[in-house]
């Protein structure tokens, strides 16, 4: 299933979007978080079937698709540098700043008071940022408490998959040596076009993943190439936090950012950044 939040007559709602693609079937939950935490997929799926023998089903042509999870509970969990050859050039861009001695998970948080749309906008912030870049990468969506997870058991606790693009003031996160600022800023989270349920992808992923900058391919790379996998991560971060349904973890990103170009292909305002990863759709986000 591919479970999307939109906004229809200037009201939000949930809702699974339909097999031909051509409309949306309501869901009887307030959000998605709270959807995730009280729903299982059976539940969903018996709800989504309801709405289509009701005939409610709306039309994808009379809603605006929003982010699947517009407002998250929590700050949503990154890592870094978790693709070999991310891991190279982010350490030929700035070799102080991106240092990895050891092969060991990096976490930071990444601040979302509001996750950008599948089709909006991501802000420049052109008065404290010069060097804005694009990162492409695999959303993980939590479905349960997970603490004291095993690796083993990890595929058990997800519920589904998102495309996620990590925006960053690359100037901002180095000149602070730490990356909250340089990654938290209003419209760095664009995300969707919708979670796709976990029992759709085989675990742990394999899928291809890319990007494009006004049409010019930039990344490509598939998740396969994890450094740490979800199953590993899930494991140690379990051993000493309790993860909440509907927490989102960043599982990093490949090769091909603007910083790894010589020169620096940094964004500017009216460029329009494309995410994609095969199973799960495609985000396009125009910089203002």
Not at 66 to 89: F, S, T, W
Not at 190 to 208: H, K, Q, S, Y
Not at 250 to 255: C, I, M, S
Request: proline share 7%; glycine share 10%.
């Amino acid at each position: 299933m591919k479970l999307v939040t939109y906004r229809r007559d200037g009201a939000e709602a949930v809702g699974v979007l339909r097999k031909d693609g051509a409309a949306l079937l309501p869901l009887p939950a307030p959000d998605m978080n709270t959807l995730i935490e009280t729903m299982t997929l059976d539940q969903v799926r018996a709800a989504a079937e309801a709405a289509e023998k009701a005939g409610a089903a709306v039309p994808l042509t009379e809603a605006e698709l929003l982010a699947p999870i517009p407002r998250p509970r929590q700050d949503i969990v990154c890592l870094g540098m978790n693709y070999m050859d991310h891991l190279k050039e982010a350490a030929h861009y700035n070799a102080e700043a991106f240092a990895k001695e050891k092969p060991v998970a990096v976490y930071f948080s990444k601040r979302v008071s509001q996750a950008v749309a599948p089709g909006g906008f991501i802000e420049s912030h052109a008065d404290i940022v010069e060097r804005l870049d694009y990162e492409v990468e695999l959303g993980v969506i939590l479905g349960k408490i997970a603490k004291n997870v095993k690796a083993g058991e990890a595929g058990d606790y997800i519920f589904g998959y998102t495309v996620l693009n990590d925006v960053s003031a690359r100037d901002v996160q180095t000149g602070h040596k730490q990356w909250y600022f340089g990654k938290g800023m209003d419209g760095f989270t664009p995300m969707g076009p919708w979670i796709v349920t976990a029992d759709e992808i085989p675990f742990p992923p394999a899928l291809r993943i890319s990007s494009t900058v006004n049409g010019e391919p930039r990344q490509d790379s598939n998740t396969a190439f994890f450094i740490n996998t979800i199953s590993d991560v899930l494991e140690e971060l379990t051993a000493g936090m309790t993860l909440l349904p509907a927490t989102i973890i960043a599982t990093g990103t490949p090769a091909g950012v603007g910083m790894g170009f010589d020169p620096p292909k940094f964004l500017k305002p009216g460029d329009v950044v494309e995410c994609s990863i095969e199973g799960i759709g495609t985000i396009r986000n125009e910089v203002r």
